[in-house]
């Protein structure tokens, strides 16, 4: 390329308008075919049972069994949910924030339900190649036009393309979204759940647009990847109000646990101060309670948090979640001896519930007794036997493999650590290589860390190539 044409091609104001043209396009082809990067993954055990119950008659209703589908929640304040290439739905802790009711909620979940039976995920792909093709079309015909002597010509000739390119694949994504729409409102409608929060949630964001003086007419709808909101509620509500499951009543068990998981929610990620607004100490209901407790917690209040904790218990002393609370203030301001009873309660009348148990065992070992430790690896090997995606239980009972001198397996339970950790595969390697050198050949676990290794080293590998 000549020094003339380098300028032709990037110099000017033209070519500033290109650039965000170009941009855009490959922020948003990114993002469709990478929705789910560098984003943590908020563990709870209420939370996730709850939000279970609430997608398991959506599944069932698209045909599914039970439990086929998994709603994973995302620390990001953003009102957000997506699918990523498999079935498991991506809910932004923004989204429950933003969320009056369960019912809304399920309105979302059964709309990215519909992106999970369209394979939208997957066919992304069909959009891209198109936009791509019109693209890399645009850019050769211009840079064609541009050697011939044609610069503004051959300027002209690449933004009109990429532009057309931008605008084939917006609107390939906005079918995508419309489709997600009417399939997720069958979907409720089979399930016998009204749309009625489904339609409350897309009037929330559409006054956040109108909040932004995001324009609702047609002519802003090229530049979106998303249908316009007005139109979306107005084809929604045709649906909808018809349906023999419009008036009926949200599950009323559903929405006091959406209402005490909300506030949790709110107490463990806003900062004191808001929480302490949100829920005042002269609410004594069960959601104020729970969100007051994790906010004095967060704020090192334990005493206060405790006191908040003890109101909970008044009102059911056998609530795992309660006592599961109770044990974790405990542990998490020193007193770890302390915190077993009310964790050892929880586990059993949650029947086991992983991540529960997982802090059982981390209370056993932070008591330093090796009396302790015993109990502590049969709860945590239960725990990473129900929900072996869990890396702090994992690390957990390599402490105490690595207590009782099993180094072999203290390696295997920190490779499991750290390949579900990611971003840490050299690690991974290197204690699955290790755990194998004193494993049985051929054993169970010898065959998973040979596993954990190959996949280990492909990661590193890739890695390598990349630098």
């Known amino acids: 390329m000549t020094a003339s044409l380098q300028q032709a091609a990037f110099g000017g104001r033209d070519s500033r308008a ?30 996730e049972a709850l939000l279970q119950d609430m997608m398991d008659p959506i599944t069932v209703a698209a045909g599914l069994r039970p439990g086929q589908v998994r709603v994973h929640l995302l620390s990001d304040r953003s009102i957000n949910a997506f699918v990523a290439g498999s079935q498991d739905i991506y809910v932004h802790s923004g989204l429950i924030e933003a969320a009056d009711s369960a019912n809304e909620v399920q309105g979302v979940l059964a709309h990215e339900l519909g992106h999970i039976m369209g394979g939208h995920a997957i066919r992304v792909g069909e959009g891209a190649k198109v936009a791509t093709g019109i693209s890399i079309l645009s850019l050769l015909l211009g840079a064609a036009a541009m050697a011939a002597g044609g610069g503004d010509a051959g300027m002209g000739i690449m933004m009109a393309g990429q532009q057309a390119a931008l605008g084939k694949f917006l609107a390939f994504t906005r079918v995508q979204e419309a489709t997600a729409d009417a399939a997720g409102a069958q979907y409720l409608s ?76 709110v107490g463990y990620i806003a900062e004191p101060e808001k929480t302490l607004r949100l829920y005042p100490e002269s609410d004594n209901s069960v959601p104020a309670h729970y969100a007051r407790a994790y906010a004095w917690h967060k704020g090192a209040y334990p005493d206060k948090a405790l006191a908040e904790t003890e109101a909970l218990l008044k009102t059911d002393p056998e609530d795992p979640y309660f006592l599961e609370l109770e044990g974790q203030v405990l542990l998490e301001s020193g007193h770890p001896k ?77 490779a499991e650590r750290y390949s579900l950790e990611g971003g840490q595969p050299g690690l991974a390697l290197r204690n699955a290589e290790m755990a194998m050198q004193g494993l049985p050949q051929g054993s169970p676990d010898w065959i998973r860390a040979q596993d954990i290794s190959l996949v280990a080293r492909a990661e590193v590998e890739r890695t390598r190539k990349r630098r």
Do not use: C
């Open 190 to 265: 089979k399930a016998g759940i009204s749309g009625k929060g489904s339609l409350d949630f897309f009037k929330k964001l559409q006054n956040i647009e109108f909040r932004y003086a995001v324009k609702q007419d047609d002519d802003q709808a090229y530049g979106r990847t998303h249908p316009l909101s007005g139109d979306r509620i107005q084809a929604l509500r045709e649906v909808y109000v018809v349906d023999p499951s419009w008036n009926k009543p949200s599950d009323p068990g559903i929405e006091k646990r959406f209402k005490r998981v909300k506030a949790k929610l």
């Open 18 to 47: 290109l650039f965000r043209i170009l941009l855009t396009f490959l922020v948003l082809l990114a993002v469709a075919v990478r929705p789910a990067m560098a984003q943590s993954i908020l563990r709870d055990a209420e939370t």
């Open 338 to 414: 302390e915190a077993i009873a009310p964790l050892r309660k929880a586990v059993a009348n949650s029947h086991s519930a992983p991540l529960i148990a997982g802090t059982l065992g981390h209370a056993l070992i932070a008591t330093e007794d090796p009396a302790n430790y015993p109990e502590a690896e049969e709860v945590l090997k239960t725990a990473v036997a129900l929900d072996n995606e869990n890396p702090f239980a994992w690390y957990q009972l390599g402490i105490v493999y690595a207590a009782r001198g099993d180094q072999a397996r203290a390696a295997l339970a920190s």
